[in-house]
């Protein structure tokens, strides 16, 4: 049976270090979470995430517009807080109505304030091969959750199975980065099981639950970034947990692998963008 990747017990050993962290700082770190419209998801998310700063003494505002709001409003107000010294980190939750371009809205965001790492300055960074200001939340989670166990990357073949902006993409390059081969597959994919049956890493940040145990090497590694509601209204990842379990030597869960490694590294992020501040970089 495969070792469970235990993402809560890693948060709650991390955000207990940033807690004690927090405490000796004078000043203490803000993050600002913008949120537009109300979708109910996106809403407890970032319940969640000012739930968890407050926590660890984060201060946390969210900013939360009707879905009519223009996006001149919200480049305002993100100009608003690049400029404020006591704002430490910018979030827009996403995703954002259709009549709001993510793109502009992102792209005003002070690299500096980046908690995500979405700016095409950290972007351009990462797939540069170079140090982003911070990196994205989730793939740093990834990563933290399998240096916690002490997998190694190097020379693996590393399929990623997703390619958008905030988790596959940037995962395959962090992966690259850490000299892992990497694949990436998406919805155009052939013979997506054939190469999935050849990953020592298999990664999956899809939505939909497309992975089975026997498509999987004996003795991988499965990390499961995928979320959704099953027909029951039950919380489900991209894998099949019990087959997939009889087959991997490690494989996170879902709920409790990378949905808790995520907002760990929102928090991490925030105190690292606050610690750079404050060398005024
Ligand atoms: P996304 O933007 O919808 O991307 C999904 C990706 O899956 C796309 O690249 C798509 O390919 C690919 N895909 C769809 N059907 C496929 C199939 N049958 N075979 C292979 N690839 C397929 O979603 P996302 O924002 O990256 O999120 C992915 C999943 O991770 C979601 O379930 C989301 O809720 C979850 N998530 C979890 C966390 C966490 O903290 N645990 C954080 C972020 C996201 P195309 O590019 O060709 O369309």
């Given at each position: 049976?495969a070792?469970?990747?235990?993402?809560?017990?890693?948060?709650?050993?991390?955000?207990?270090?940033?807690?004690?962290?927090?405490?000796?700082?004078?000043?203490?770190?803000?993050?600002?979470?913008i949120?537009?419209?109300?979708?109910?998801?996106?809403?407890?998310?970032v319940?969640?995430?000012?739930?968890?700063?407050e926590?660890?003494?984060?201060?946390?505002?969210?900013?939360?517009?009707?879905?009519?709001?223009?996006?001149?409003?919200?480049?305002?107000?993100?100009?608003?807080?690049?400029?404020?010294?006591?704002?430490?980190?910018?979030?827009?939750?996403?995703?954002?109505?259709?009549?709001?371009?993510?793109?502009?809205?992102?792209?005003?965001?002070?690299?500096?304030?980046?908690?995500?790492g979405?700016?095409?300055?950290?972007?351009?960074?990462?797939?540069?091969?170079?140090?982003?200001?911070?990196?994205?939340?989730?793939?740093?989670?990834?990563?933290?959750?399998?240096?916690?166990?002490?997998?190694?990357?190097?020379?693996?073949?590393?399929?990623?199975?997703?390619?958008?902006?905030?988790?596959?993409?940037?995962?395959?390059?962090?992966?690259?980065?850490?000299?892992?081969?990497?694949?990436?597959?998406h919805?155009?994919?052939?013979?997506?099981?054939?190469?999935?049956?050849?990953?020592?890493?298999?990664?999956?940040?899809?939505?939909?639950?497309?992975?089975?145990?026997?498509?999987?090497?004996?003795?991988?590694?499965?990390?499961?970034?995928?979320?959704?509601?099953?027909?029951?209204?039950?919380?489900?990842?991209?894998?099949?947990?019990?087959?997939?379990s009889?087959?991997?030597?490690?494989?996170?869960?879902?709920?409790g692998?990378?949905?808790?490694?995520?907002?760990?590294?929102?928090?991490?992020?925030?105190?690292e963008?606050?610690?750079?501040?404050?060398?005024?970089?």
């Open positions: 049976m070792i469970i990747l235990d993402g809560k017990k890693l948060r709650d050993k991390i955000l207990e270090e940033l807690r004690i962290q927090i405490d000796k700082f004078e000043k203490k770190p803000t993050l600002v979470v949120l537009v419209g109300d979708n109910p998801a996106s809403k407890i998310y319940n969640n995430k000012k739930k968890i700063a926590k660890i003494g984060i201060n946390s505002t969210v900013i939360n517009y009707s879905s009519n709001v223009t996006e001149q409003e919200i480049l305002s107000k993100i100009e608003e807080l690049n400029n404020d010294k006591n704002i430490t980190a910018i979030l827009v939750q996403l995703p954002l109505p259709d009549n709001i371009s993510k793109e502009k809205i992102i792209n005003a965001i002070s690299p500096s304030k980046d908690v995500d979405f700016t095409p300055y950290n972007f351009g960074k990462l797939f540069s091969g170079e140090k982003p200001i911070v990196y994205p939340c989730t793939p740093k989670g990834v990563l933290l959750l399998l240096d916690e166990y002490e997998i190694n990357l190097e020379g693996k073949h590393a399929v990623v199975i997703g390619r958008s902006n905030i988790v596959g993409r940037p995962m395959a390059q962090m992966l690259l980065n850490r000299n892992a081969t990497v694949t990436i597959c919805s155009k994919t052939k013979n997506l099981s054939d190469i999935i049956k050849t990953a020592d890493v298999v990664i999956s940040a899809v939505g939909k639950n497309i992975i089975k145990g026997e498509m999987l090497k004996s003795d991988c590694v499965v990390v499961d970034v995928g979320i959704f509601k099953d027909n029951n209204g039950k919380t489900r990842g991209d894998v099949d947990f019990e087959s997939a009889k087959i991997a030597s490690y494989i996170s869960p879902v709920p692998g990378i949905g808790p490694m995520t907002i760990t590294s929102l928090m991490l992020n925030t105190v963008l606050f610690a750079k501040h404050s060398e005024k970089f």
